[in-house]
Structure formats: C-alpha cells, structure tokens
T-cell receptor, first 110, second 115 residues
C-alpha cells in the first residue's frame, strides 16, 4: 500500500530558481527518506531525516519534517539542469518495509 | 558505480520463456530487495531478504520466484510472464535489517519487456 504521496506530480522551473516538493504520509514513521531517479536509471539516496528531527541540510538540499502534520518537504536551491529527475519520498515505519510514493518529476530548463 | 550490479540491463522475453535477473552487491549489506517500477505507478516492493532469509513476499504472483544463495547475490527467476509484467525491476541493498531499514542502495535496474 502507498504510504507517501508527493506533490506536485510535475514541476518545471528555470535554472537558478528553487524547487520545492512535498510529501504526505499516513502512519507513524521511524524515518523519511528522499531519493532521486534519472530517467530509466536506479534510485539514488539523497537524505534521511529521523522522526525526532525537524530539519536537515545536505549541500543545496533542505528537508523538513512535520510529524504532527505527517508531511515533509524537499527544497532544492539554485537549481541546475542536472537536477532534472524524478524525486521520491519513502517512509520507514517501525519494524516495517520502506514504502515509496509516486514521485515528483522535476524539469529544470536552462 | 553504486556497488549494486544488476544484469541483464535489458531483457525481452516471450510469455513462455524462462529467464532470470541477477543482482550482486559488493557493500557487505545485510538486506536485499526486489522492487518493480511500472510507468506512472509507485515503486512496488516485491521481496525482501534479511540475512539470507526471505522476510517479505508482498503478494507477488508465483510466476516470480526469488532466490538468495548468499548475502551478496539475489536472483529473480521469471517464467510464463504476462505482458503487464513489463517494467523496470530494481534491486537494492541496505546495511540494516528489515527492522531498521536505513538507506537503500539501488542498482541501475533491469528493463523487462514481455511480448
């Protein structure tokens, strides 16, 4: 069953702009992860945020987690054409498997 | 190079064929996974092996048969598939066990087309 749902489904921005993607989930989680997938390739892990954390940074990535609203956001600052990809959130519920959402397709135009 | 290698990268098979997908991880991880990715659908978890034991079989049809001979290798045996089984099959590994998944490391996938 699907746990995380990303919003929007697709996003198109100009190079240099910021991109924000949101993820909502239904049940309590141990951690939430974000992954990137270039077309037809495998997924690459970006960042993991634990349920007791509220914000995490990694380079141009900023992830927030609001467990009261069961939501997370991924912000990519100063986007580049190379950031064009699909982005997925995945939730790890205690003692359970990692469940992925349907993803947000990001297109960065140069 | 992700440390997780999948072969073949592309496979075309008829509905009566028998083929296998192979996954190998060089990371010393404890858990290995098969996911199915179909167009415009979320990734579907198919099977999970933790310390070489199958711990998850997510209502997958019996025409898909996993095998984990050791902690570094995972196979997906395919037989009498249907056209709707055409998809990208992704293998992943993680350092933790299923109880504490942590980060997944994915292979590049095997693109399967069933004619």
């Amino acid at each position: 069953s699907q746990q995380g749902e990303e919003d929007p489904q697709a996003l198109s921005i100009q190079e240099g702009e910021n991109a924000t993607m949101n993820c909502s989930y239904k049940t309590s989680i141990n951690n939430l992860q974000w992954y990137r997938q270039n077309s037809g390739r495998g997924l690459v892990h970006l960042i993991l945020i634990r349920s007791n954390e509220r914000e995490k940074h990694s380079g141009r990535l900023r992830v927030t987690l609001d467990t009261s609203k069961k939501s997370s956001s991924l912000l990519i600052t100063a986007s580049r054409a190379a950031d064009t990809a699909s982005y997925f959130c995945a939730t790890d519920s205690y003692g359970n498997k990692l469940v992925f959402g349907a993803g947000t397709i990001l297109r960065v135009k140069s | 190079e992700t440390g997780v290698t999948q072969t073949p990268r592309h496979l075309v098979m008829g509905m009566t064929n028998k083929k296998s997908l192979k996954c190998e991880q060089h990371l010393g991880h404890n858990a290995m996974y098969w996911y199915k990715q179909s167009a415009k659908k979320p990734l579907e978890l198919m099977f999970v092996y933790s310390l070489e034991e199958r711990v998850e079989n997510n209502s997958v049809p019996s025409r898909f048969s996993p095998e984990c001979p050791n902690s570094s290798h995972l196979f997906l045996h395919l037989h009498t598939l249907q056209p709707e089984d055409s998809a990208l099959y992704l293998c992943a590994s993680s350092p933790g066990t299923v109880a504490n998944t942590g980060e997944l490391f994915f292979g590049e996938g095997s693109r399967l087309t069933v004619l």
